[in-house]
């Protein structure tokens, strides 16, 4: 539903698209018995062509459970855009695809950080802090003397450890081969969890997606619509330190950098 309501507003030019190609997926599919193995007869109380587990069948092979017999899933329509274009990438017997336009192509290009193949090796020791409940130690027992600092660090940290009350001593404390930063963004990530229970409101997105102090699809989204307006990304306070853009998007004003089929086709 996404990729329809995103195609369908870049195609009326009611919205400019950041981030990358989506995945394709705008087909409908469905699942067609088999004549050859049919599923075991029930009584179809409800009419619903369906068996539910309330309904008597007949146990035929003595297993003790209804067993649906084999289907075949087959596509029976496909989500074109309103310039014609198919969603759905679709792919010919030697695994060639066949409509490069598939999905919804981007206006603005800008893919979403990524763990180097080097780097890796950080999942495993997140993965630690958070399961052990590390940085939500860290939060609880500071909460009530630094309640009003950490509702500030919520919204933004600057990328920055400085303001975190305690955080070096801490730090040093865990004996993690995790750098810094990326610890600080754990935390954070705990921080803005309690913050928005508090508020009864929560935050766009999840974890550091939707979060624009690491978000660097956000910031380009941000930089775009700053940019309709006449404003600079750069010149607001709260965004500058943060930028993970690349200095040629953050220098130029916005233009497209793909090219959309957004033309009638047929």
């Not at 598939?102 to 950080?122: F, N, Q, R, S, T």
């Not at 409101?201 to 974890?207: D, E, R, T, V, Y």
């Not at 699809?217 to 775009?224: D, N």
């Amino acid at each position: 539903a996404s990729e329809i309501v995103a195609g369908a507003l870049q195609d009326h030019h009611r919205a400019t698209v950041v981030g990358v190609q989506s995945y394709g997926k705008g087909s409908v599919q469905n699942l067609f018995p088999l004549s050859s193995k049919p599923s075991e007869p029930f009584t179809d109380e409800n009419h619903n062509r369906v068996w539910d587990s309330w309904e008597s069948y007949q146990d035929l092979n003595k297993n003790g459970r209804y067993d649906p017999g084999p289907r075949a899933r087959l596509t029976i329509a496909r989500y074109y855009l309103p310039s014609g274009r198919c969603l759905h990438k679709i792919v010919d017997k030697d695994g060639k695809v066949e409509n490069p336009d598939y999905g919804v192509v981007p206006d603005v290009e800008i893919a979403a950080e990524k763990l180097k193949a080097e780097d890796l090796w950080k999942n495993a020791f997140s993965r630690k802090l958070w399961t052990e409940r590390v940085s939500h130690k860290y939060v609880d027992e500071r909460w009530a003397e630094n309640k009003a600092t950490f509702e500030k660090l919520a919204f933004s940290d600057g990328k920055s450890s400085a303001e975190y009350p305690g955080f070096d001593d801490w730090y040093a404390s865990l004996e993690t081969q995790l750098p810094k930063n990326d610890v600080r963004q754990w935390v954070r990530v705990v921080i803005r969890d309690k913050v928005a229970d508090l508020r009864g409101k929560a935050w766009p997105g999840s974890f550091f997606q939707g979060d624009f102090v690491e978000d660097r699809q956000l910031q380009a989204a941000i930089h775009v619509a700053l940019g309709k307006i006449g404003q600079s990304i750069t010149g607001l306070s709260e965004y500058g330190p943060v930028l993970d853009l690349p200095k040629e998007m953050v220098d130029h004003p916005w233009e497209p950098t793909a090219k959309k089929a957004t033309e009638k086709k047929g």
